[in-house]
C-alpha cells in the first residue's frame, strides 16, 4: 500500500467558528434581556414567570454549552481517498456529506456528523479534504449506508 495521500493531522479549534458562536450568543442574549425587560414591565404574575423562565433558559443554555475536555481530534485520507478521524485510541470512518469552501461536514457514524472549518487544517490540508470529499461524494451515491445524504 502507498503512502497516506494525507497523514495523520490534528484538526484544531476554528477562530471562525469561535467568532460565530459568539455571535450568537451575543445575539441570544441581547433578545433574551429584551424579553425579560419585556416581561418585567408587565404588572403581572405571568410576566415574572417569562422573566424567570427566560433567566433559567440563559443559564441552562450556558451550562450546556460548557462541554469537559476531550482527546484531541485527528484525521486521515489513505491512497483510495477513504477518510478516517481518531480521537484517542478510536478510529472510525468517515464519509463528506457537505463540502464547502469555508466548511467541510462529515459523517463519523450514523448519528454522528464532525464539522471541520477551512482554518482548522494546516496547509493544503483542507483542499485534500474537500477533495477527497467531493470525489466520494460523486462516486459513491448509489450505495448504502453512509453514504446515503442527510435529510
Known amino acids: 500500500m502507498s503512502e497516506p495521500w494525507l497523514p495523520w ?4 479549534s476554528s477562530r471562525l467558528q469561535r467568532r460565530l458562536v ?3 450568543w451575543l445575539t ?3 433578545t433574551a434581556a429584551l424579553l425579560v425587560a419585556a416581561a418585567l414591565a408587565a404588572p403581572s404574575v405571568a410576566g415574572f414567570v417569562a422573566a424567570a423562565a ?8 450556558g451550562a450546556a454549552a460548557r462541554r469537559s475536555p476531550q482527546a484531541p481530534l485527528a484525521l486521515m485520507i489513505d491512497a ?5 478521524v481518531r480521537r484517542g485510541d ?3 470512518p468517515a464519509e463528506a456529506v457537505f463540502v464547502a469552501a469555508w466548511l467541510i461536514c462529515l ?7 464532525m464539522t471541520v472549518w477551512r482554518d482548522a487544517l494546516e496547509g493544503g490540508g483542507f483542499r ?3 477533495a477527497a470529499g467531493r470525489w466520494r461524494l460523486r462516486r459513491t451515491p448509489e450505495q448504502g449506508g453512509m453514504s446515503d445524504p442527510i435529510a
Open 22 to 24: 459568539a455571535l450568537a
Open 80 to 84: 483510495r481517498g477513504a477518510i478516517a
Open 9 to 12: 493531522v490534528v484538526v484544531r
Open 90 to 92: 478510536e478510529t472510525a
Open 107 to 113: 459523517r463519523t457514524g450514523p448519528w454522528s456528523v
Open 54 to 61: 427566560a433567566i433559567a433558559a440563559m443559564a441552562a443554555a
Open 28 to 30: 441570544t442574549a441581547i
Open 128 to 130: 485534500r479534504l474537500a
